[in-house]
Every structure is written in structure tokens, then in C-alpha cells.
């Protein structure tokens, strides 16, 4: 019954042999690997400008006009510089990760490139860092895809903040839950059926970019809200260190780069060529989405308000009226937003089952589920995402501190492994370009983990700095119990074959009745020596017993256990080990004859003895302890 | 360790001997039996109140004047009359229970009347109305407590009402959870610890109203508050209506008057005497407290206001300042309820060993814990209680209606067996007077079931109409189990010996190791027919195992069985009925190694199949699991 519900709900079990591999051109590996990349784009330009002029509360706007509101707009055309090295920063990164895809056209993650060529600790380093990123992609993507739909309704209605971060956590809730059933049922993710809803968003943005800049060149822009009390001269001390802040808050655009030199080997051949196309066009795409978006917030002069989206502002400005385009953008914003929540349930997965086999997490990870999944890591991430969404009331802004930093440690491990291996193999003919790109990656990416750590340490990223060492510790912990288990059972040596031992079985007995008969027969059955015992709770009982049993006179003798404080466990234990003593390289069985009734509910209605008695004696050698059932027949 | 937790939390375990008794005289009795009766008149008078003029919410009294709250005060002169009504009342009934006392020395509730004088249905119904009712008491008292304790901080600082609300939700689950260990420990009840709150109780309200009613006939009373608004005539219909209304509130007055009658055996000899007489002594006092405290009310104009009650309004208004004598009497308030809720710790759990004994509960409800004290009726109540108290947002008023009518029920079938039980015995010398005195005692109580019925159907009655025959049928449902049950279970006939029987046991291999070994030592123990059984998940492992296995030579044979989904539990199920079917009148037993971790978290990185396959094969005769552990010993 119980099969029968679960193959409702996640669809019949697969055959192992029903996997099949469906080889992607360039643009449908483009729509397969770039939503997570691209939909960075959707909450980057948010978190520049929040760095750079601060965040409007909705109460605020609703009690207040725009112009009273106070922020220092003075900075606000710097965002455009930032978008601009943020756009370099992605370029060296792209161009790094060409030499990763050549190099690795089996798929290369961090932890692969880290585990050949720096060694366990900075792989498992690396593997921490990728697996704490899977999860703040689910948890990050969700709620910017919530914020996207609630931003709709924001401008349509103007409903208060506080319904909606309730509704918001509920509903982002809701959106892991579908996205990890959908997993869970392994529904194989068909390229076509994915890449609508990804072209869809690049197509809005292009064209939402394209018409904005006509119109910022060609007529003046429609209506900019004018700011009162904008300031004016900020030292320059200061204005580099806000520089640095808008531009460690914009590389969250990067996230999800690196997911396509995961993924070579699902590439038509030549694999390796396709794979570095895709990787480039879908760089120039997204910095070409950041830049134009970022450059219509300026010109818009665009501010973040709590509980809109910075797109949803822009098309807005742009479109000059809440027509259906708009609709169009914030829901295909809100679709590729999930698809990259649903990218990381690929990843975390497949990653946790590679360190599960090499002994780095527990082996539960690998099994594969009825419908060829790694479900147990579907469920451990569906979870996790879950409990950041609830602990950091869905706010997007609010998860972004912890997010980027193990984006770009990951990128330093794989660039730094590119480097080791080079110097490695080189010999006579080094590669010298190649190690001067990934160097350079190496070392521009570590410089942003850097400041990624220092500019957001204190709102969030010392999580991050603290889970990374523990989760590193929880690696060489699961590793070490697995390798001295591993150590104590070692193949048995052909001399020792197994014997038949010596064995005492006791049986339990409450009263004589029916439900005790399969017990005592199934005793007789395994051991020469079998000895009923009945532990003394109620004196009344116990006489009627021991007259019922003299009565019966099956030959099986009967030992009776005082209990002064009614305990049934205690005085047993300590007879068992009385028994044990008797002889010496023995077994002592301990039979619990138990009633089974035919609705499962009716066994409530049973004392539990079984239960407590195996527990206490599951960490004692040389002990085992049987259940024999009786069922009734009604 | 576990032990040691548990020794240090609830105390060491207490020998079956220590239980000791002690014999109650009329001033212990009183404060033993008394709390929950007199505990009563901190919220009757409230009851009355609402129902005659309404209540006031906190934010129309912080907001505006008394004077402009517009309640209709035109009746308010009803609570007097009422008070004197719900006298009469209370007086009927302790007469008819001094019959119930005499007839049952051996302590008589309603349940044991109605079953030894009415038969099992009525007796079932009065048991579910009493466990309804012990559950009530402890929501109502408790929530009755705290409302107490925060009305006098409501009066100190005027605090708002939605804070309280949570703020009564918690402390009234601390509360609950407090009284449960403090049972749960079974610290014996010494009588003179609790006589202290109890008659500091009744020392409060007897001063309060000696002075409060001198007061008045002397003095005008202080400042007596001046309301505008008030309307007059009130047809006479609606006046009678008004009146029943009132009088069903205000019987919540009664609630636990029927306890001397349970607990007869507790007192000093001549016991029914010594029982009756504290019966009287105690009707009197309620009596008395309930009529002072409405009078009072009345002459100050006392109107029921949300976050206060009535007893404190009262205490400010007499005592004209908040002076020591207040607190005194607010806390000696919250002393005896939850004094009263506490008694219902000592009722339920021992109702319910005695409705498990009968076969109608769960037996567990008859085990006697380490301390003496039934646990797991304990830990019902208290659950249950915490239920109530959170659904009803700690709210005395809400719980009200769901309460009063369990009470009467059980009171009209206490006096109704009485009846019965005097028309058998009857004969040639009836007792006319007792069956008088009972039949109007039953016929009251049962007018007075209707009305409350009747007039809070839709507020709250409605849930304990459904409840009651819900749990007369479980009760049933029960009891069918347990005797169909035990009619299978009879005694064996004496001809039939259990004898041993043919035997094959499985074996369950991953993967040769000596983890495997134990589990095949102890096969060998138990049977000559000895089989290792292995599931293919990944046909690699399989091959390597039959090549280890045959090199080690061990002479079991080894079969391996194909699992094309992946499953381990399917194809073994299949395996194991085609073994079974091999054999007529035989077992199987599916050994199935299990590595035991020195800690114990280690075990969570091993998969549980054991579990799994124990519960497939739980409901299917004839086949024995035993899991064999290999202990690690690093």
C-alpha cells in the first residue's frame, strides 16, 4: 500500500538501464547552463545600487513623496563604473575557465581540478565551499523569483511590507518543495522545455535594454523623479572605499558562471569547442544584460525600495505604464530565477554522491532512488535552502553577505589548480599563455574573495567563514570513522570459516497464553537449551503463572526475576549476563514473544517492551535479541 | 547514562513498598479536596457577569472613559438573584452527594455508580464526560491562574492586551509543564503544604467580603463609578432569558464539588462522616464566596473587563488602593487554581488506569512509572491541557461553554445510579428519603445539563457533543480488541507442547567482510540449513563478491539475486516466499548483519536497511528477522 502511494506520487520505479543522454548543441546548452549565470543579472544591479545609496523602506514611500525620502543620490552615477569592472572581472573569469574546459573535458568542478593538482585539503576545501553554494543558490534564486512575482503585485496593488515577507517566505517555501518533488520524480529535464523560458528572459532584456537606451539618446527620458537634498563632494579616500563596496556587492552577477565546465561531457562533439562557445557567448550575454541594466537605473535614476525589484522598477520607467509587457518580464524574470534554483538540485547531488564515494559523507548520498535520482541529496538541499529561506525571512539582500564569497573561493581553487598542473606538466615545453591566464584568474579571483570576506564579514559572511572549517572538519571526521571501519573489516583470511556456537535462548514471558506458543517453539527450534523467564511486576500474576505453567507442563523451566521498582528491563539485563557467564564462547538469544494485531493501530494498544530491551542491549556483544510475532486473525 | 538523566530529573526509582497513606481529618480534607470546588468562585462571577452585561476590550477602555464604553447596565442587578439561584442549586447537589458518599465508602465517582448501578453504556458516557472534564479543569484553572497573575500587573501598568494574549499563552503551557513534573516526580502530596494556599484563599475572600460588605452598609461605598447609557425595561421574555443565560454561566461555580466523593478512603475514621462533613463545610463556603463576590460586584458597579478580572476589580475597588492586601489576595487567587489543576493530575491518570484495567483505554495507562505515579496518564493530560490552552489562546471565557456541561453530566449520572441503586435494594424497607433526595438531585442536574447545552450549543458545546460519543466509541473499539484478543490468546491446551521446527535461514551479503561473519556464525548456530543471499545494486560489487566468496571457500552457498530498480527489499521479499514455499510447516529467518560504531552518530553513516526490511516482513507469519551486529570496537 505504501508502494502503491509512493509510485503515485513520484511515478513508477526506472529500470537502471532506462538512462539515456541527450547531447547538446550551442544553444541548447546555452538555455541548459546559463539560467543560473544569467539570472544573476536579475538581483546584481539591486545589490550595487543598495551599496551605493541605500534601500528605501515601503513605509516610507507610502507616508512620504520620493523627495523628502533624504538618500544621498550623489553617488548613484558610479554604478556605471562598477558594472563596467565588474563586466572585466567577468571576462578574466570566462576566459580562465576556457583553460579549465580544455583541460578537463570530462567535466571539471573545482573539487575535481583541486583533488588532481593541490591535494585533499584544498579539495575538500573547495568541495565545502561548492556544496554551501549549491545551497544559497536554491535559497537566493527562490526568493528573487518570489521578490520578482511580489514586486508585480507591489506595483499593481501597493500592498504593505509586512503581508508580504510572510507570504513571501510561505510561497518561496512552497517553490523548493515543487522544484525538489519535480527532482525527486526525475523528471529528465528535456533541453527544449528549458530553453523557452531562458531565451524568453534574454530576449526581454535585450529588447527591455534596447528600447530604453533609443530612448535615452533619442528623447529625454520619460519623467525622472527629481531628488531634493542630493549632496554633493564626497572625499576621495572615501569614494574609493564605496567603489570597492558597489563592486563586492555587484559580483554576485558572477554566481553560476562555472556551470558549464561542469558540464563538458553533455556537449555534441567536438565537445570541448562547442562547450568554450557556449561559455563565451553566455559571458558577453550576461555583461551585456548587466551593463544596460545598469545603465537605465542611472538614467532613470532608479533607486532600490523595499519590496520592488530593481528591474521591475526600470521596465516600469521604461514601458511608461504597467502594460502586458511588463508582465512578461517580471514572470520570465521570476521562471529562469527557478530554473537556476532547479540547476543547483543537479549539482549538489551529483556532488555529494562524488564525495560520498570517496568517503567524505555519509553513503546514504549515493544511493539511487527509484527513479534514478540521488534522492536523499535532493532532500538534504530542499532542507537546507529551506531553512535559510525561513532564518533570513526571504530577503534576497539579506542571504547576498554569505553568497558570492564561496562562489569566488571555488573559482580561486579551480585557477589555482590550473596553475599547479601546468607547472607539473610543463617540462620542456611549458604552457606559458595558459599559466598566465589562470594566474592571473588565480589571483584577481582571490583578491575579490578578499574583499568579498572584509566588506561583508560582519552581516554574514562569518557564517560562511565559520561553517567552511567546520564542514571541512565534518569531511576528515566522516572519512576516518569510514577508513578504521573500513581497516577492522578487512576480508576474513581463508583459514577461518565460520562454526556452529554454543547458545542459551531465553524466552520472555508476561502469562501463559497463545501469543507465547510461536516463541517457545521457535526456541526449541535454534537451541538445546531454552529457559522461559518472566520478570515479577505483579505478585499476583506471577503466582497465577508459575501455577498455569506447572499446570501445562511443556518440560521448558520457567525462571521468575523480582523487580522491587517495577522496572521489566533492569532485572533482565541483569540475568542475561548471569546466563552469559555460565558458559564461556557462547550466544545468549532473548525471544520476545510479541502480539501483532491486524490494524496497525491496534498495536499501539501493546505495551512496547520489545523496543526498550533491544535498545539496551544494541551495544552489548554476544547478545541477540529476536522478535517472534503472533498474529491474530482478527 | 540515559538512567542517570532520567534518576536526576524525576528522582531515583521508588521500591513498590514505599507507598504509604495518610489519613485526612475535616481541616486537611477541606484543603485537600476543596481547591478545585472553591477555585470556582475566581471565575464564576465573571461568567455571570459577561452574560448579564457583555465585556469590555482593553483598547475601548485605554481609548476612552468608562462612562462612554455604552454597555447596557440596566440589568446588572440580575447577578444577585442568579448568584442566589446557582446557591440553591449547589446546595441540591452536595445533599445528593452525601447519599453518594454514604453508599460509597470505598470512594464512589460518577463512573463507578453508573457501572455498578446503570450498566456499561452509561457508565462509559460518564467516564468520557469525567476525562473531559479533568482535561478542562486543568485548561480552565490553569489560563483562570494566569489571568490572575496578569490581571495584577494589568493593573499596575496598564499593559496591552495583545501582548498578554501570547504573553498568557506561554506562561500557561509553563504552568502545565510545571504541575506535570512536580506529579510526574511524584512528590506525595503532604496535606499541610497545600492547606496553606487553600486557606489563605478562603482567609482572603472572607476577609474581602466581610469588609467590603460592612463597607457598604455602613459607608457609602468609595467612589463607586457612574455610568451613562443605561436603558430600562427589558421585556419579560427577554428578562428569563437573561436570567438562564446568567445561570448557565454562573454554574461553572460547581465545577469540582463531586471530588470528596472520590476520595472518601483518604479521610480519618468514622470516614463518611468525616467526608460528609467536609462535603458540607466546603458547599458552604463556595456558597458564601460566590454570593459575597456578586454582591460586591454589584454594589461597585463591577463591569468584566478584557486583561482584569472580577475578584481583582473587586479587591481595588474595597481595599480602594492597591495596596499589599491586593497582591496577597491576587496571588493566594492563582495558589488555589492551580491547586486545582493540579488535583485534576491526581484524577485523570487514575480514572484512566482504571478505565485501561476495564479494558477500555490503552494499557500502558496502567503502568506505574519509576515514582509511583501513573506516567503516562500524566503526560496525556498534560498534552492534552496544553491543546486546549493553545487553541483557546489561554482564554478562560472561550473555554467556558465546552466546560460546565461534562460536570453536570456526570453529576445527573451519579445521582441517577443512586436512584437506581436504591429502587433495586428497595424491597420491603425502601429508602424513600435517599431516592428522593437523589431523583431530584438527577432530575436538576439533568434540567441543568439541557440548558447549558442548549444556551452555549454554538460558543463552544457543540465540541463536547461530538466528543463524548466519539470516545464512548473508542472506548469500544478498544474493548472489542482487547477481547477478541484475549479470546485468541487462550490458554494452550495441555496435549500441545511446542516443538522444533524446520528451519532455513538467509543470510544478507554486500560484500565479504568480517562484519559478515558473526551473522554467519550465528546461522550456523540456529539451522543446518544456512543460505548467504545477496542483492545485485551494482553489478561490479556482485561480481568481486562471488570471486571472494568462492576463493574463501566458507561451503555456504551463495545466490544473488537481480534487482533491476534498484531495490533491495523487492526481490528479497520474492526470494524469501519462494524459499518458504520450498518447505511445508517451516520458518525463515533473514539474518541481516548490521555494523555497530563505537559512537553512536557514526551509526547514521550506515544505511538502515535492517529497518526497512523488519517492517516489510512484520505483518507476514512465519518469517523472523534478526539483525547480527558487529561492534567496531574504534
Known amino acids: 500500500m505504501f508502494k502503491q502511494l509512493k509510485s503515485f506520487v513520484f511515478g513508477s520505479p526506472l529500470d537502471s538501464k532506462s538512462e539515456t543522454e541527450e547531447r547538446l548543441n550551442v544553444p541548447l546548452g546555452l538555455a541548459i547552463f546559463a539560467s543560473d549565470a544569467l539570472s544573476s543579472s536579475a538581483y546584481a544591479t539591486d545589490e550595487i545600487l543598495i551599496a551605493l545609496v541605500g534601500i528605501i523602506s515601503i513605509s ?98 501597493g500592498a504593505q511590507a509586512v503581508i508580504e515577507e510572510h507570504a513571501s517566505v510561505g510561497l518561496a517555501l512552497l517553490a523548493i518543495v515543487a522544484i525538489a518533488y519535480v527532482n525527486l520524480r526525475g523528471v529528465r ?91 563565451v557567448l553566455m559571458g558577453s550575454l550576461l555583461g551585456v544584460i548587466l551593463l544596460g541594466l545598469t545603465y537605465l537605473a542611472l538614467v532613470h535614476q532608479i533607486i532600490p525600495v523595499e519590496g520592488d525589484t530593481v528591474v521591475s522598477q526600470i521596465a516600469r520607467a521604461v514601458l511608461n505604464k504597467q502594460d502586458v509587457f511588463y508582465y512578461v518580464i517580471q514572470l520570465s524574470t521570476m521562471s529562469i530565477l527557478l530554473l537556476a534554483a532547479n540547476t543547483s538540485f543537479g549539482g549538489f547531488p551529483r556532488l555529494a554522491m562524488i564525495l560520498a564515494r570517496d568517503g567524505y559523507l555519509p553513503r546514504q548520498l549515493m544511493n539511487v532512488g527509484d527513479r534514478l535520482v540521488y534522492s536523499n541529496g535532493i532532500v538534504l538541499l530542499a532542507s537546507m535552502a529551506a531553512v535559510l529561506v525561513i532564518a533570513f525571512h526571504a530577503s534576497v539582500h539579506n542571504l547576498m ?171 533482565l539485563l541483569k540475568y542475561i549476563d548471569e546466563v552469559d557467564k555460565r558458559h564461556e564462547h557462547d550466544i545468549v538469544t532473548i525471544i520476545i514473544p510479541e502480539i501483532m494485531a491486524k490494524k496497525w493501530w491496534h498495536n499501539l494498544m501493546h505495551n512496547q517492551t520489545a523496543i526498550a530491551i533491544k535498545t539496551m542491549l544494541m551495544f552489548k556483544p554476544g547478545k541477540v535479541v529476536t522478535t517472534i510475532r503472533y498474529h491474530l486473525s482478527e
Not at 147 to 154: D, G
Not at 200 to 215: D, K, N, P, R
Not at 438 to 465: D, F, H, Q, R
Not at 507 to 534: D, M, Q, T
Open 401 to 571: 553577505p554569505m553568497y558570492a564569497i564561496g562562489v569566488f573561493l571555488s573559482f580561486t581553487f579551480a585557477q589555482a589548480g590550473m596553475v599547479a598542473r601546468a607547472l607539473r606538466a610543463g617540462g620542456t615545453n611549458p604552457d606559458v599563455k595558459g599559466m598566465v591566464i589562470n594566474g592571473v584568474g588565480a589571483l584577481v579571483t582571490l583578491l575579490v574573495s578578499c574583499l568579498l570576506c572584509l566588506e561583508k564579514l560582519t552581516s554574514g559572511a562569518w557564517i560562511v567563514l565559520i561553517s567552511l572549517p567546520m564542514i571541512v572538519f565534518m569531511f576528515r571526521n566522516i572519512n576516518r570513522h569510514y577508513e578504521t571501519m573500513h581497516h577492522q573489516l578487512a576480508v576474513p583470511s581463508k583459514e577461518y570459516h565460520p562454526q556452529a556456537l554454543d547458545h542459551t535462548v531465553l524466552v520472555l514471558v508476561a502469562s501463559l497464553n497463545k501469543g507465547v506458543l510461536p516463541a517457545l517453539e521457535y526456541a526449541k527450534s535454534i537451541s538445546k537449551r531454552v529457559e522461559a523467564v518472566h520478570v515479577e511486576l505483579n505478585p499476583e500474576a506471577t503466582i497465577q503463572l508459575q501455577k498455569d505453567w506447572e499446570a501445562w507442563g511443556s518440560g521448558i523451566p520457567l525462571t521468575v526475576l523480582k523487580s522491587p521498582f517495577r522496572s521489566l528491563s533492569g532485572p
Open 189 to 279: 529535464e528535456s533541453a527544449r522545455v528549458i530553453a523557452l523560458p531562458a531565451y524568453l528572459f534574454i530576449f526581454c532584456m535585450l529588447s527591455l535594454i534596447t528600447v530604453g537606451v533609443f530612448q535615452s539618446i533619442v528623447y529625454q527620458p520619460p519623467q525622472p523623479p527629481v531628488y531634493h537634498g542630493v549632496q554633493i563632494g564626497v572625499e576621495h579616500l572615501a569614494f574609493g572605499l564605496l567603489f570597492f563596496k558597489a563592486f563586492a556587492h555587484g559580483c554576485a552577477a558572477l554566481t553560476g558562471i562555472e556551470a558549464v565546465s561542469n558540464g563538458v561531457k553533455a556537449f555534441k562533439e567536438p565537445s570541448v569547442q562547442t562547450a568554450n562557445l557556449t561559455m
Open 60 to 157: 516610507s514611500v507610502s507616508n512620504n513623496s520620493n523627495a523628502d525620502v533624504g538618500l544621498d543620490l550623489s553617488n548613484l552615477f558610479m554604478c556605471v563604473p562598477v558594472a563596467f569592472a565588474i563586466a572585466f572581472l567577468l571576462a578574466i573569469v570566462v576566459v580562465s575557465y576556457r583553460q579549465v574546459i580544455k583541460a578537463y573535458p570530462g567535466g571539471g568542478g573545482a573539487y575535481t581540478v583541486a583533488k588532481d593538482n593541490l591535494g585533499p585539503s584544498s579539495s575538500l576545501l573547495a568541495a565545502a565551499a561548492l556544496l554551501l553554494d549549491y545551497v544559497l543558490t536554491v535559497a537566493v534564486s527562490v526568493c528573487a523569483g518570489i521578490a520578482a512575482l511580489t514586486a508585480m503585485f507591489h506595483a499593481t496593488t
